[in-house]
T-cell receptor, first 114, second 112 residues
Framework: EAGVAQSPRYKIIEKRQSVAFWCNPI?????LYWYQQILGQGPKLLIQ????????DSQLPKDRFSAERLKGVDSTLKIQPAKLEDSAVYLC????????????FGPGTRLLVL | GQSLEQPSEVTAVEGAIVQINCTYQ??????LSWYQQHDGGAPTFLSY????GLEETGRFSSFLSRSDSYGYLLLQELQMKDSASYFC?????????????FGIGTKLQVIP
């Protein structure tokens, strides 16, 4: 079965610009996660979707970050405007309802904000 | 909130055994997971403990003691390819859904 897909793989932008990341989870996986991973740290959950509904966005900086999963399948994470400290890898993961303990991660998007 | 502690770095010799510890504090504890991440790669699921005891998967084993809020990952017959970061992740359940919090990761270096 195909894994979690993410695009783009790399992005370089200047501060105050906007950027969007796309994720397509494994087919049939109801739960989708967006993580931010800063170099040398563990993944930090930004937002968790159950189908097309948000179940946790407590750590999402809502003044600049937004995410949607309109049809309960693929998802988009947007940053507007970007700051230098947003430089990180943005990871998308998904889980099957029957195996919530096993998260499957995509390859991530490496963002560099200059 | 949740907090996890694990060593930041560990060095071990090829062929040896290494144990990576993880202590946690959380309410509504559900289970402890372990993930491996090579430099530049994505985290990969290794193991999950929902109950006390040892789970074995090939050369990797994971242990959990809920009463001590403690777990560990045991890697046997170390190989050079095991050099990576290892994250423990606490799964807890509150508000009707499961939430996962990752530790900072332990960077394992396997030397010849």
């Amino acid at each position: 079965e195909a894994g979690v897909a993410q695009s783009p793989r790399y992005k370089i932008i200047e501060k105050r610009q906007s950027v969007a990341f796309w994720c397509n989870p494994i087919s049939g996986h109801a739960t989708l996660y967006w993580y931010q991973q800063i170099l040398g740290q563990g993944p930090k959950l930004l937002i968790q979707f159950q189908n097309n509904g948000v179940v946790d966005d407590s750590q999402l900086p809502k003044d600049r970050f937004s995410a949607e999963r309109l049809k309960g399948v693929d998802s988009t994470l947007k940053i507007q405007p970007a700051k230098l400290e947003d430089s990180a890898v943005y990871l998308c993961a998904s889980t099957h309802w029957d195996r919530e303990e096993t998260q499957y991660f995509g390859p991530g998007t490496r963002l560099l904000v200059l | 909130g949740q907090s996890l502690e694990q060593p930041s770095e560990v060095t071990a010799v090829e062929g040896a055994i290494v144990q990576i510890n993880c202590t946690y504090q959380t309410s509504g504890f559900y289970g402890l997971s372990w993930y491996q991440q090579h430099d530049g790669g994505a985290p990969t699921f290794l193991s999950y403990n929902g109950l006390d005891g040892l789970e074995e998967t090939g050369r990797f084993s994971s242990f959990l003691s809920r009463s001590d809020s403690y777990g560990y990952l045991l890697l046997q017959e170390l190989q050079m390819k095991d050099s990576a970061s290892y994250f423990c992740a606490v799964r807890d359940k509150s508000g009707g859904y499961q939430k996962v919090t990752f530790g900072i990761g332990t960077k394992l270096q396997v030397i010849p």
